[in-house]
């Protein structure tokens, strides 16, 4: 059982479309972070949440963190195929300096 | 600004052969270090951190081992390699801080064993 658990695994959407995608834990987090990956490449950072409740907004990607601090959410208005990609969660533990990472979820986004 | 470049990009190695990743990360000093191996289109997993010269934490039993001669220096290795070690394996790194704490990944180096 992963200490961070993403949903969906895949989502395939039309260009346009909005999706969402969630990071569920029991745990509490001191932050979490949201990552995209391309293939045969490292995951590159999108954004860090550190206060309970906190919004941030990245263009048309939105990321909330509960107010807990147990999960977060990834937001995507009017995707577009350049937002193909793996997303991956990934937190720091409340006690502990090592990053757990979600399982991840695909991302389609076809033309 | 700092930088963190890890080589070879790809490599494939017959069964029992040994192996040698390594990791650099330029621009910051005593930096947390992190290996972690990713099965295809999945999570990460962590193998090994480090928080210093010659301080290796090990996640999982397995047949790798890390090693930090240097501060800014991690190296991923194997005496045999076996074939389920083939897949995508990351260095990152973090500085030194509580809340907020921020990873950066390297490029990522494909091991495949045949």
């Known amino acids: 059982t992963q200490l961070l658990e993403q949903s969906p695994q895949f989502l395939s959407i039309q260009e346009g479309e909005n999706l969402t995608v969630y990071c569920n834990s029991s745990?509490?987090?001191?932050?979490l972070q949201w990552y995209r990956q391309e293939p045969g490449e490292g995951p590159v950072l999108l954004v860090t949440?550190?206060?309970?409740?906190e919004v941030k907004k990245l263009k048309r990607l939105t990321f909330q963190f509960g107010d807990a601090r147990k999960d977060s959410s990834l937001h995507i208005t009017a995707a577009q195929p350049g937002d193909t990609g793996l997303y991956l969660c990934?937190?720091?533990?409340?006690?502990?300096?090592?990053?757990?990472f979600g399982g991840g979820t695909r991302v389609l986004v076809k033309p | 600004s700092q930088t963190i470049h890890q080589w070879p990009a790809t490599l494939v190695q017959p069964v029992g052969s040994p192996l040698s990743l390594e990791c650099t990360v330029e621009?910051?000093?005593?930096?947390?270090l992190y290996w972690y191996r990713q099965a295809a289109g999945r999570g990460l997993q962590l193998l090994f951190y480090?928080?210093?010269?010659?301080?290796i934490s090990s996640e999982v039993p397995q047949n790798l081992s890390a090693s930090r001669p240097q501060d800014r220096q991690f190296i991923l290795s194997s005496k045999k390699l076996l074939l389920s070690d083939s897949g995508f394996y990351l260095c990152?790194?973090?500085?030194?801080?509580?809340?907020?704490?921020?990873?950066?990944f390297g490029e990522g180096s494909w091991l495949t064993v045949v």
């Open positions: 480090s928080v210093g010269i010659g301080q």
């Open positions: 949440v550190v206060t309970g409740g």
């Open positions: 745990s509490v987090f001191s932050s």
């Open positions: 621009g910051t000093s005593n930096p947390n």
């Open positions: 990152a790194w973090s500085a030194l801080l509580g809340l907020g704490n921020t990873i950066y």
């Open positions: 990934a937190g720091f533990p409340a006690a502990g300096n090592k990053l757990t």
